[in-house]
């Protein structure tokens, strides 16, 4: 059973529109939540980090926890084509930090 | 300051060789972790150090896998007898004690024929 669910897109919006990313993960005892970018080819880039209910936001970014719903996203406001790539999804299962990933979501923003 | 550092980038082996793959990771982070990522998948745990210590290693990995991290500073991935199931990124990533977020380096791609 995988731990750690996205939808494998692709995603596409027009430049300008808002990106909705979501995850979904199985265990409840999991205590941080991770956000990476990965452009092909390359290897991933950590932009967002969440470890309580709610939303935090940092520039375009917003991400978004509910626990009880084991269930996490992340907003990209203003898209740009720049943004186009796999985003990564990492859940923190215990004090190890060991992060499991998701298979990604690969997000195209049309010019 | 430079961020987390892989080598070789690439390498293109037979099966059946052995190959070794070096991560340097940023000078003040104590956690060390390799990853392996195949074409559409996220990256997959493998192993993870404290300093010197190997604290976990994952089911998966095989025994044709070993990894080092000698005086808890830069870690060795070795794969003996290499298979075509081999080929993969390897990717290296470190974080400093007590914080979650891990920093991956560029990664070193493995191709076995």
């Known amino acids: 059973q995988k731990e750690v669910e996205q939808n494998s897109g692709p995603l596409s919006v027009p430049e300008g529109a808002i990106a909705s990313l979501n995850c979904t993960y199985s265990d409840r005892g999991s205590q941080s939540f991770f956000w990476y970018r990965q452009y092909s080819g390359k290897s991933p880039e950590l932009i967002m980090f969440i470890y309580s209910n709610g939303d935090k936001e940092d520039g375009r970014f917003t991400a978004q926890l509910n626990k009880a719903s084991q269930y996490v996203s992340l907003l990209i406001r203003d898209s740009q084509p720049s943004d186009s790539a796999t985003y990564l999804c990492a859940v923190g299962m215990d004090s190890s930090y060991k992060l499991i990933f998701g298979s990604g979501t690969r997000l195209l923003v049309r010019p | 300051d430079t961020g987390v550092s892989q080598d070789p980038r690439h390498k293109i082996t037979k099966r059946g060789q052995n190959v070794t793959f070096r991560c340097d990771p940023i000078s003040e982070h104590n956690r060390l972790y390799w990853y392996r990522q195949t074409l559409g998948q996220g990256p997959e745990f493998l192993t993870y150090f404290q300093n010197e210590a190997q604290l976990e290693k994952s089911r998966l990995l095989s025994d044709r896998f070993s990894a080092e991290r000698p005086k808890g500073s830069f870690s060795t991935l070795e794969i003996q007898r290499t298979e075509q199931g081999d080929s993969a990124m390897y990717l290296c990533?470190?974080?400093?004690?007590?914080?979650?977020?891990?920093?991956f380096g560029e990664g070193s791609r493995l191709t076995v024929l």
């Open positions: 990533a470190s974080s400093p004690v007590e914080r979650g977020e891990l920093f």
